[in-house]
């Protein structure tokens, strides 16, 4: 598969230096659109709607690169719902809860970083599965893995 095409592909798995540096440079490419297009916004302000493009481009492909690393953890893209779901819950409830009670508000946020912690262990540090499993050959038995392969 042509590496463009593979930044978007939800297949196989992915190990931890290319899941590392395709996060890096998808987040870099979109940082890096996201100006040119806002700085084509401030000349005509409808071009300024192109900063969108990159940055939902970006979204694809950083998902993409999680959803690989979990099937190289041996495990389905659903676990995002897992890693996800809580901290963003639990932002949005102390975001509304600060608006009267800023203590308990900054309490219940804070109660997300064990998920930020879990999500960068599992995903970034931990190795993937040895050998074989239900999504693919292992990327570190035989040829290199390239980021976008």
Request: hydrophobic share 55%.
């Amino acid at each position: 598969m042509d590496k463009l095409g593979g930044a978007f592909s939800f297949q196989g798995r992915l190990n931890r230096a290319p899941y590392w540096q395709g996060t890096i440079l998808a987040w870099m490419a979109v940082v890096v659109l996201g100006f040119i297009a806002s700085g084509l916004g401030t000349l005509f302000a409808p071009l300024g709607l192109l900063a969108i493009v990159p940055l939902l481009a970006g979204m694809v492909v950083v998902l993409s690169l999680l959803v690989r690393r979990l099937h190289d953890r041996g495990k389905s893209g659903w676990w995002l719902l897992l890693m996800y779901l809580p901290p963003l819950l639990l932002s949005a409830l102390g975001a509304v809860v600060s608006a009267s009670e800023p203590d308990v508000g900054s309490t219940i946020r804070a109660l997300s970083l064990p998920f930020s912690i879990w999500m960068f262990v599992d995903l970034g540090c931990l190795r993937g599965t040895m050998g074989h499993n239900r999504f693919g050959p292992d990327p570190l038995q035989g040829e290199m893995v390239e980021v976008f392969s």
